[in-house]
């Protein structure tokens, strides 16, 4: 992610806390014509301890952040890099310092565990905190299935990062990192997609992901459906974006030939309600409701 896709990011997370309207005031005229308008998903949702979100990706160019399940100190999703290369990458901030030393030793993000195949490291430059990266040449046209849950320690909380790998047809604990929140579980949830290239070639690319099928885990041990989520985008001023709810989904495209036919930016977009749907087995991996 970007210091300026951080920013965006982190508006549209707290933004659906109140369902604000939008991300950023006013335009950012560096960006045009640079990179792909960064486009995202803000669903409302009270605090929990699981945010589980699916996505199916259509179009794909290096260089792009599919971010799946975003929170209020974090995100996880999928990357392709500039090089071809894909993984998943997920991150914790402890500060919105872009300096990675910045923050005091005792208040910075710390590894709890990890899977073996997965790397971590410190990250900046777009605020600071921990991060990892577990390679995996995940596929277009193709549903995989994420989730970050959460466990308060006392003035620190615990996140983790969990992957259903389609090949081993099992979940994966990735990752988990605890951070200073004041005892905070999961709140302001949101996926967006991003142009992290910004070469000016990458914004003839189209990027396309379909979201479907998310739900909250509340802290008094309730599944809830997540039907609703506001379309909102970063400062870029360039309009081929498109946002819409159909089929069960919702839909972000960014970039290319991109026309804005569905979604208005701010919109909030509705799903039928789930009705006799029923709630992923996964949200039990976050174990019991807080007492």
């Not at 014509?33 to 995202?40: E, K, L, N």
């Not at 990675?100 to 910075?108: D, G, L, S, T």
């Not at 709890?112 to 790397?119: A, C, F, G, M, Y």
Request: net charge neutral.
């Amino acid at each position: 992610m970007t210091k300026d896709g951080f920013r965006a990011a982190l508006v549209a997370g707290l933004a659906t806390i109140a369902m604000a309207a939008g991300a950023g005031a006013g335009a950012d005229e560096k960006l045009k014509d640079i990179a792909c308008r960064s486009v995202h998903l803000g669903y409302p949702g009270e605090a929990g301890t699981a945010f589980y979100n699916e996505i199916t990706i259509r179009e794909s160019a290096v260089g792009t952040y599919f971010m799946v399940c975003g929170w209020d100190k974090g995100y996880f999703g999928l990357q392709e890099l500039g090089n071809g290369k894909k993984l998943l990458i997920f991150s914790v901030w402890d500060s919105e310092s872009d300096d990675p030393n910045a923050q005091k030793a005792e208040a910075r993000t710390r590894l709890v565990d990890k899977d073996e195949k997965t790397r971590v490291k410190r990250f900046g430059g777009e605020g600071s905190g921990g991060q990892s990266f577990y390679d995996y040449d995940w596929k277009l046209d193709e549903t995989y299935k994420l989730m970050v849950s959460s466990r308060v320690d006392g003035q620190r909380t615990e996140y983790t990062g969990w992957f259903f790998v389609p090949e081993e047809k099992g979940w994966r604990k990735l990752v988990t990192f605890s951070t200073v929140t004041g005892g905070k579980d999961l709140g302001g949830y949101y996926a967006f997609i991003e142009d992290f290239r910004r070469d000016r070639d990458s914004t003839t690319h189209a990027r396309r992901a379909e979201f479907a099928d998310a739900w909250l885990r509340t802290t008094s041990g309730a599944a809830v459906p997540l039907t609703r989520a506001r379309f909102t985008a970063d400062r870029n001023p360039v309009m081929n974006i498109d946002a819409f709810a159909k089929d069960g989904r919702f839909t972000l495209v960014t970039g290319g030939a991109t026309r804005n036919e569905g979604a208005e930016l701010r919109e909030v977009m509705e799903l039928p309600t789930a009705g006799a749907a029923v709630a992923p087995e996964a949200l039990k991996l976050a174990g019991p409701a807080r007492p």
